[in-house]
């Protein structure tokens, strides 16, 4: 009677090796991605039909709210096409989302170029402030004057946040781009006056509650939600942050992206955006084929938050990278 031999141990995928094995992953399904494009987009359309003409109050409140999230999951599937994850090549496709990324105060002019750049330096000490939020060492936070402090923790308040609407996509992504290159991003101001326009005209022939529920609900919800999303996709406890010298792609991906744990109803909201670990090691993985990447053992047990109101403070608390402990701290007792 022989006794078997033990299994060899499994060779876990680092580095390149590990980006090429999601490229099986990295295919999109035309018919698929349609489907997903068109019926969130009769969806959203329903939902603000739904705030103008819906004859209860309550039903224009619930479609407004509803148009809120639509908006959201309208947006990450927008993100997904500018990283050609899903209809590379169909022109329609980019005609569309360019027409939308104006209407949700996101042009593509600046989200294609800012977000990539966000990928390439995700996790640096340096340079990652692009398309991103700001990372300062408690050294450099120390030696910082009052006003450069205030500044900084203004960015990342929560109320500042929770306003993404304003300062994330009114400011961050049409006025500040327009006014610092005007003739490199004109589509942010044909934004603005779009949106203006619209509120005009809602203002006009609909009052005050038809603004309110078609336009600034749907719009200030998918502002927090997408601004706190990605802001605890990459501040979170046990978030890595490195300088030049130790970074790598894929480690940044592992290391300092989250995977927010969330209910089925909510994935569909945020279109998977919570698998970013993944979704940082290869952008070119469709939103809806994230999930099945887990089976990958070497992506099996990322780093986890949730949206549970503890681990939402917990994420929100973190201020400056501790280069000595190696992690994210608060600003008391500095």
């Known amino acids: 009677m022989t006794s078997s031999s033990p299994a060899p141990p499994l060779q876990l995928r680092i580095g390149t090796e590990l980006i090429v094995a999601t490229k099986a992953y990295a295919k999109d399904e035309t018919a698929r991605s349609w ?42 599937i927008y993100h997904d096409q500018q990283h050609r994850a899903i209809l590379p090549r169909s022109a329609l496709a980019e005609g569309l989302m ?4 104006i209407f949700v105060l996101s042009p593509s002019s600046v989200w294609r170029s800012s ?34 402090r205030r500044a900084y923790l203004f960015v990342r308040h929560p109320l500042t946040i929770a306003f993404g609407y304003v300062f994330m996509f009114l400011y961050g992504m049409c006025v500040n781009p ?18 203006a326009g619209i509120a005009v005209a809602l203002l006009l022939y609909g009052g005050w509650q038809a603004w309110l529920l078609t336009q600034l609900v749907p719009h200030a919800m998918m502002g927090a939600a997408g601004a706190y999303l990605f802001y605890a996709q990459h501040n979170f406890p046990g ?25 089925p109803l909510a994935a569909w909201f945020t ?10 090691l290869n952008a070119r993985i469709p939103f809806y084929r994230l999930p099945e990447v887990l089976e990958l053992p070497e992506l099996s047990s990322p780093k986890v938050t949730s949206l549970h109101p503890l681990d939402i403070v917990r994420c ?19």
């Not at 329903?46 to 103008?52: N, Q, V």
């Not at 030049?244 to 989250?258: I, K």
């Not at 279109?271 to 940082?280: E, K, L, R, S, V």
């Open 98 to 101: 360019r027409a939308f990324g």
């Open 239 to 263: 978030v890595s942050f490195c300088d030049q010298a130790g970074w790598a792609y894929e480690r940044a991906a592992l290391e300092s992206s989250s995977f927010m744990r969330t209910g």
């Open 35 to 76: 489907w997903c494009v068109s019926s969130t987009g009769l969806l959203l359309l329903a939902a603000l039909a739904g705030t103008l003409w819906a004859g209860h109050l309550a039903t224009r409140i619930t479609s407004s709210f509803l148009a809120g999230l639509l908006l959201m999951r309208s947006f990450v």
């Open 115 to 148: 977000h990539d750049h966000h990928h390439t330096h995700n996790s640096k000490l340096r340079g990652s402030h692009i398309g991103s939020y700001p990372i300062m060492t408690k050294e450099q936070f120390l030696k910082s004057s009052k006003a450069e």
């Open 178 to 195: 327009f006014r610092n290159y005007p003739r490199k991003h004109v589509e942010c101001l044909l934004a603005l006056l779009l949106h």
């Open 271 to 280: 279109a998977n955006i919570g698998y970013h670990h993944i979704h940082h």
């Open 316 to 334: 929100l608390r973190l201020k400056v990278w501790d280069v000595e402990t190696q992690q994210m701290v608060g600003v008391r007792g500095l």
